[in-house]
Nanobody, 125 residues
Framework: QVQLVESGGGLVQPGGSLRLSCAPSGRTFSWYAMGWFRQAPGKEREFVAT????????VYADSVKGRFTISRDNAKNTVHLQMNNLKPEDTGLYYCATGNTGPVGLQLPTRVDYWGQGTQVTVSP
């Protein structure tokens, strides 16, 4: 059974930084693309970033390019999302995700097979 456990969310002021982590279990981690999504209150869940199994192919949403960095450590079975220069519009519940598809396909919530429980990120003065 695949499980994804997120951590690292919190309250931060605009311009600040947070680092989210995801610890997957239940499958061979390095074989699969991993991704991050977020959902603000009253809005649909949206794609943030994905990374392939090797870490060489990465896709970002336009709204986070240049500020967020996704990475993975296959030896430690973890994936991270480093978020810098945070803005109030980055506020939301952040979900780790994986699926039986590559990083391009994993941009679509419909292609996600497994979701984490989410970790809250709040950006406020």
């Amino acid at each position: 059974q695949v499980q994804l456990v997120e951590s690292g969310g919190g309250l931060v002021q605009p311009g600040g930084s947070l680092r989210l982590s995801c610890a997957p279990s239940g499958r061979t981690f390095s074989w699969y693309a991993m991704g991050w999504f977020r959902q603000a209150p009253g809005k649909e869940r949206e794609f943030v970033a994905t990374i392939d199994g090797t870490g060489r192919t990465i896709v970002y949403a336009d709204s986070v390019k240049g500020r967020f960095t996704i990475s993975r450590d296959n030896a430690k079975n973890t994936v991270h999302l480093q978020m810098n220069n945070l803005k109030p519009e980055d506020t939301g519940l952040y979900y780790c995700a994986t699926g039986n598809t590559g990083p391009v396909g994993l941009q679509l919530p419909t292609r996600v097979d497994y979701w984490g429980q989410g970790t809250q990120v709040t950006v406020s003065p």
